[in-house]
């Protein structure tokens, strides 16, 4: 049925001659129609990539220290299973832990990150994905980009920022993410550390009074 709709737009056009095999190949306009939407995707990529930075640094400067692009997995209950438990995987946008020696104090974050509102409401169709954010993080929260959504459509054991600006230049709390006690008092699971571990954290920013030293001493 997808080919039929496909031939019907003209996106798809029939090749052979009579009574030979047929095929199908995209048509002109099929390929100007991909390479638009090529287009628009590589542009919501660039732009999520420049908020997961943003939050990225923002989280730095509360004293955490963040993580982006981590595959990890979390167990969820599943009473149709034996185990009574399936293992589902998570991907979040943004990771990030305090800094302490403290093992109960390091108060695991999940940001998960939307530029485009199809995004997001595809997201909020999905339970198991923030059940496996929250089974990982004290703290699980939305980032939205200005405009495509707000803290009414998220559910309410999540909290919600609005990144305001074209470069995401204000990150402002709409609704604060409940914060849960984890029950790993012990330290973060031995599969979380190793996932850490493998991964490069957001580096550090430089710190300013050791940059002015580095320069009065240039000058001098």
Known sequence: MLEIELLAAGLLERCGALGQRETLRVS????????????????????????VACVGRWLQQQGRIAWCGLGLRAALADQDRACGRRWQRAVPDVFSLRQTSVAAYLQPAVHEIKVRRSDLLADLRRPDKRAAYLSMAGECWYVLAEGIGDAAEVPPECGVLIAHGTDFSRLEVQRSAPVRAMPFEAGLPFGIWMALARTTPFPQPEDEAQAWLAASDARA
């Open 28 to 51: 002109d306009a099929g390929v100007q129609v991909l390479a638009t939407s090529l287009q628009t995707n590589r542009k919501a990529l660039d732009r999520h990539e420049a908020l």
